[in-house]
């Protein structure tokens, strides 16, 4: 199954390099050429954002858009706000975001393509943006500390990744009590099965790997989210949606004394004293979690 999962990550990887390969050799200097756009459907793309968005940014960055939404538009960012955008790809969102969360505010985007953060890199100095800065990694491993970031967005990414419950734990870990995500994404009815989603697409083209609306509430509840709500928007496929996800990490002081929540913040894992338990900070043990918290569970 790990073999699985590495060759469905390269296949993945594959796929978006060669897109920002493609924008990157269809642009040229000023007056040239415009980029080369990647190709999508209707559902996909720069097409689902404002034009007043589109023509703010440097075209290259327009023209890598991939995503099924936009996740900006339902963030309610705040001036002054961190924020991470999971999958980053050519930086769109991470641009869209910087400007609303203003200079006193920054915006992070995580990729964990070489080509795609080359591509990112060029169009926020493009942009003069000042305020991003774009991080090599999976979206299963994100590399900031733990309670540093206000809001987690991402468009039509998560529902690429082969462990989607590390992304999950990931998210809440990085997030300041108190934080929520605005995430776009791809999400199955309930009645379709693993075999009926394969059908009408495949891991790349963001279809097969989505989870169903029911599946992605129980796995943000499980990795201590609150207040979720999928909102479907427009259809992608027969029986799947591009659809608006949100959810909130509660606040220390809203997270009642018993609940498996406050279990897990104490022990430093999530699905404590289970078999799904894992730690909440990637660089410790499980075992070094429960001794560092000092809490009763140390089975």
């Known amino acids: 199954m790990r073999e699985q999962s590495t060759d469905l990550r390269e296949t993945v990887r594959q796929r978006y390099a060669a897109a920002a390969v493609k924008v990157t050799e269809g642009g040229t200097a000023c007056c040239g050429p415009q980029p080369a756009a990647v190709e999508v459907d209707e559902n996909f793309g720069s097409t689902l954002y404002a034009a007043d968005e589109r023509d703010t940014l440097p075209a290259e960055a327009v023209a890598a858009s991939l995503g099924c939404g936009n996740p900006t538009a339902v963030a309610e960012l705040r001036e002054g706000e961190r924020v991470l955008d999971l999958g980053s790809g050519g930086g769109i969102d991470v641009l869209l975001s910087a ?5 006193t505010g920054k915006a992070y985007g995580l990729d964990m393509t070489d080509e795609m953060l080359t591509l990112a890199l060029a169009n926020a100095e493009r942009a003069g943006a000042t305020n991003v800065e774009f991080l090599k ?3 299963e491993a994100v590399p900031l500390p733990a309670s540093t970031i206000d809001v987690v967005i991402s468009n039509c990414v998560i529902n690429l990744s082969v462990d989607k419950v590390a992304v999950f734990a990931e998210t809440f870990r990085v997030l300041k009590p108190g934080g929520r995500i605005g995430v776009s994404d791809v999400v199955a009815d309930d009645a379709l099965t693993s075999e009926q989603r394969a ?4 891991y790349v083209g963001c279809i097969a790997g989505a989870l169903s609306f029911a599946e992605y509430r129980a796995g943000l509840e499980a990795a201590g989210f609150t207040d979720v709500e999928i909102t479907p928007t427009h259809p992608v496929a027969d029986g799947m949606h591009s659809a608006l996800v949100r959810a909130v990490k509660p606040s220390v002081e809203d997270e009642p004394g018993d609940s498996a ?3 897990d ?16 900070d990637p660089s410790t043990t499980v075992a070094e979690a429960k001794a560092a918290s000092g809490c009763g569970c140390q089975n």
Request: proline share 3%.
């Open 99 to 103: 400007r609303r969360v203003g200079p």
């Open 137 to 139: 990694g999976t979206i």
């Open 199 to 202: 059908e009408r697409g495949d």
């Open 261 to 263: 929540a406050a279990t």
């Open 265 to 280: 913040a104490c022990c430093g894992v999530t699905s404590c004293c289970t078999s799904d338990e894992r730690t909440t």
